[in-house]
């Protein structure tokens, strides 16, 4: 089920008003447990089992690190494994496999070996991530174990995060577990206009960009170079509009139920350096590979180098984690060897306070530029095409017939401007100063033309084949 | 809460509005029935005879043979356009009947439509296409959901088929995904039809409308004529009699007294190839619960059509069937309107 679909309106209607219908939290935290068990199995509820055995797994792990006496490094390394151990089966056996036959082939050997046909379980890496991160938590002494299987179940489960996150990790979302909601302290208005902007992002935006950006890297051979610029361009605002889109929904739906779940996004685009950027982008992985890759390989704890091993490492896992493919790999190799270079800019270079201000400009295009980049070996289907998209988009070099109207280039300058104006919070400031009827009024308009570019088919979010 | 309904209704009405006065704005471009609806609502007094119904409507009925041959057998000038689309079923044909009522086209005396059976079973895959999502009109929907009720599933079966329809309902209320298909007619960039399309396509002439492969595959098995017998077969083992299935009846003498109310006058038409003898439908025809009503399925009366030389495959036929089968309605037709007129 996805947010921008007509039937998620009456399940979360249907939730809200029983949720807070109930009068007792335990009934409450059962009520969203089995409608976050309903919303996933209306994607297919033959993967629940593998939601409920993470949940079992990490809820019997943390209570036995509690115990004194207990191997814990053997115990964390049950959790691991089994975790991670899904993840490898599920998302990355036939990556590994074909991987492992063609180094094989380069040294000359024929291996034929099988593949399974997996389907990929929806939102897998988001919740085991998550679900690591409590027993990660509990074994680093940040967290005491929960007794309660039902707050575990649901941290994990929780619909509005579970497919696409945000990644909530179980020392911000258990302790409000513990307290009881109150349907009094609910910010009705911002997260209403959080969810209509979401909505916006996704429908009006990404979703549009899609068809320009699917027939480039269908073949973009057969495309010149100003398409190319294009068609990433639109790339970059395409998976920004819908990752970010997914998450504000989320976060939205998160708030209506009572529950708080950090921000994943702050105008990423406005990044100054690519530091800045890894500071706003999909926030909640980034915190997450910090504090449980990166710190515990050693962080910036050592020597340069080690330090810059330790970023490469987190960036290249990263970049697998997103998919099953030498793309992400490359894309996250890319990210991390950008991270080092502008770490060592940093060291070296100490410029004058208002030479760096005068430069801001500058480095947030360079920045943009080098993204949009990145993200061509995260879009194409395979190197070669990457390699050709590269080309055309570094070297100017698309020999291709086909080309994009030219009035689409206004496309993403209005976009900008329409994002620099939304960064300002003008209009959110705005909107929450009407009066109610008038915010409700702007709300049912804007919402009934928002949906006018909804596909009545369905387009899933970039970020589930994660 | 309320003025948020209120001002989402009515934002939802005003986009409604706007989209209707592109009809063809409601289905998906490219494609075939989004050029017909285009062609109809663009040309609309210009015909005196529409037929509505499925591919064996618009792969088989030609408007141009149909005209010349009831004018040349001392019936009245007329001219017909060919509203029938690939998989139309009856509710799709009951709201294509109705819009063409409400375009009240100047000259229109006579709605054809196939009385095909109502199926409430449905292709989900279906249900969220512009086109499935189209004629899922509140009145539509109501009728689908009664005769749902009326057919005495399961409370499970019709519950997932309910809220299959309602959700198909609420998508074409809300005009979801109609702001680019409403500038495309709007600002005229879509695919313009033949100014002399009549909307028929042979399948034999259309090859690429169709999945060539499949349609070689139907080929060969049609040329195996061994898939012929089982075909007459299947024919043959239908009942040769039967009532009129009730819902069925009375869903189409309403439509028929609808049409009539506008001063036009509804024809029923059955056509080949059929696998079925359509006893029940051939019984309305004959006693007068349905009429006018022409029948040329009929394998034992009209062999012709079951031809190997006369079929594009078993659900078809060729352009040279179509243009027997179209004669010899028009020829039928024509004479009808004669004695009509001798009373």
Redesign the interface.
């Known amino acids: 089920m996805l947010f921008t679909e007509l039937r998620f309106v009456p399940f979360f209607l249907l939730v809200f008003a029983v949720h807070w219908a109930l009068r007792r939290d335990a009934g409450r935290k059962l009520w969203l447990l089995l409608a976050s068990y309903a919303f996933y199995a209306a994607w297919d509820g033959r993967f629940l089992a593998l939601i409920l055995a993470s949940t079992l797994i990490d809820y019997g792990v943390a209570l036995r690190l509690q115990q004194p006496n207990v191997r814990r490094r053997l115990w964390v390394s049950v959790s691991l494994v089994a975790n991670l151990g899904l993840l490898a089966v599920f998302k990355y056996f036939n990556f590994f496999l074909d991987s492992a036959a063609d180094l094989l082939g380069l040294l000359g050997f024929q291996a034929d070996l099988p593949t399974l046909r997996i389907i990929l379980p929806v939102g897998i890496s988001f919740y085991t991530f998550q679900t690591l991160s409590y027993t990660l938590d509990v074994y680093f002494e940040r967290l005491r174990p929960t007794r309660n299987l039902l707050d575990v179940a649901l941290f994990v489960a929780f619909f509005p995060q579970l497919v696409a996150g945000p990644i909530v990790r179980a020392s911000d979302f258990l302790p409000q577990l513990r307290t009881p909601r109150r349907i009094a302290s609910i910010a009705f208005r911002p997260a209403l206009l959080l969810f209509l902007s979401g909505y916006i992002k996704k429908a009006c935006i990404s979703d549009q960009l899609a068809p320009w950006v699917d027939s480039y890297f269908q073949d973009p051979a057969s495309f010149d170079a100003a398409a190319a610029w294009l068609a990433t361009i639109f790339y970059a605002v395409q998976i920004y509009c819908d990752f970010s889109g997914y998450s504000d929904m989320a976060i939205a739906c998160a708030a209506l139920l009572g529950y708080s779940i950090p921000l994943n996004f702050d105008f990423p685009y406005f990044a100054t350096d690519i530091t800045d950027f890894w500071r706003r982008w999909h926030m909640s992985l980034s915190r997450w590979l910090r504090d449980y890759l990166y710190i515990p390989l050693g962080g910036n704890r050592g020597s340069l180098l080690f330090t810059y091993r330790n970023l490469a490492l987190t960036m290249l896992l990263g970049g697998l984690w997103h998919g099953a493919s030498w793309n992400f790999v490359l894309w996250g190799a890319l990210h991390g060897l950008a991270l080092i270079v502008h770490r060592e800019w940093t060291r070296r270079v100490d410029l004058p306070p208002g030479l760096r201000s005068a430069l801001r400009p500058f480095g947030m295009a360079a920045t943009f530029l080098f993204v949009c980049l990145c993200w061509i070996f995260f879009r194409a289907a395979d190197f070669e095409r990457a390699w050709i998209v590269v080309r055309a988009f570094v070297l100017f070099d698309g020999a291709g017939e086909q080309t994009f109207q030219a009035s689409l280039a206004s496309i993403p300058v209005v976009l900008a401007a329409l994002h620099a104006c939304a960064r300002t919070g003008l209009w959110r400031r705005g909107m929450l100063a009407l009066p109610p009827w008038a915010f409700a009024m702007v709300l049912g308009c804007v919402l009934a033309v928002a949906q006018t570019f909804t596909s009545p088919g369905l387009k899933p979010f970039i970020y589930f084949q994660f | 809460?309320?003025?948020?309904?209120?001002?989402?209704?009515s934002?939802?009405g005003v986009?409604g509005r706007a989209v209707d006065s592109y009809p063809e704005s409601r289905l998906a471009d490219p494609s075939v029935a989004r050029l017909k609806v285009k062609q109809f609502s663009r040309t609309k007094d210009a015909y005196d005879l529409v037929f509505v119904g499925s591919s064996r409507f618009y792969r088989q009925l030609s408007p141009a043979i149909f005209d010349r041959t009831v004018q040349s057998n001392g019936g009245p000038r007329l001219r017909s356009f060919n509203l029938g689309l690939a998989g139309m079923r009856h509710h799709e044909i009951v709201r294509t009947v109705r819009w063409v009522l409400e375009e009240n086209p100047a000259r229109l005396k006579w709605i054809v439509i196939e009385p095909l059976e109502i199926h409430e079973e449905f292709e989900s895959e279906n249900m969220?296409?512009?086109r499935g999502?189209n004629w899922h009109t509140p009145r539509v929907t109501w009728e689908v959901w009664r005769n749902i009720l009326r057919q005495g599933r399961g409370p499970g079966e019709n519950l997932t088929a309910l809220?299959a329809h309602l959700?198909s309902a609420?998508?074409r209320a809300?005009?979801?995904?109609?702001?680019?298909s409403?500038a495309l007619s709007w600002r005229g960039l879509d695919r313009q039809p033949n100014p002399r399309m009549d909307g028929f396509f042979p399948l034999d002439m259309q090859s690429d409308l169709v999945d060539e492969e499949w349609e070689k595959e139907i080929q060969r098995s049609l040329r195996k004529r061994e898939e012929l017998e089982n075909f007459r077969r299947s024919f043959f083992e239908t009942p040769d009699e039967g009532d009129p299935d009730s819902i069925w009846l009375e869903a189409f003498a309403l439509l028929a007294d609808e049409v009539r109310s506008r001063g036009v006058e509804p024809v029923f038409l059955v056509v080949p190839p059929t696998w079925e003898k359509w006893a029940g439908v051939v019984e309305a025809g004959r006693t007068g619960k349905l009429s006018p009503m022409f029948t040329y399925h009929d394998l034992r009366q009209y062999p012709d059509f079951y031809r190997f030389e006369n079929l594009f495959n078993l659900g078809h036929l060729n352009s040279k069937g179509s243009r027997i089968l179209t004669a010899r309605f028009a020829r039928e037709f024509g004479e009808y309107l004669s004695g009509a007129k001798d009373g």
Do not use: D, P
Request: with cysteine; proline share 0%; hydrophobic share 55%.
């Open positions: 809460m309320g003025a948020f309904l209120l001002a989402y209704v934002t939802c986009i969220s296409t512009h999502v809220t959700h609420a998508l809300g005009n979801f995904g109609m702001a680019q409403w």
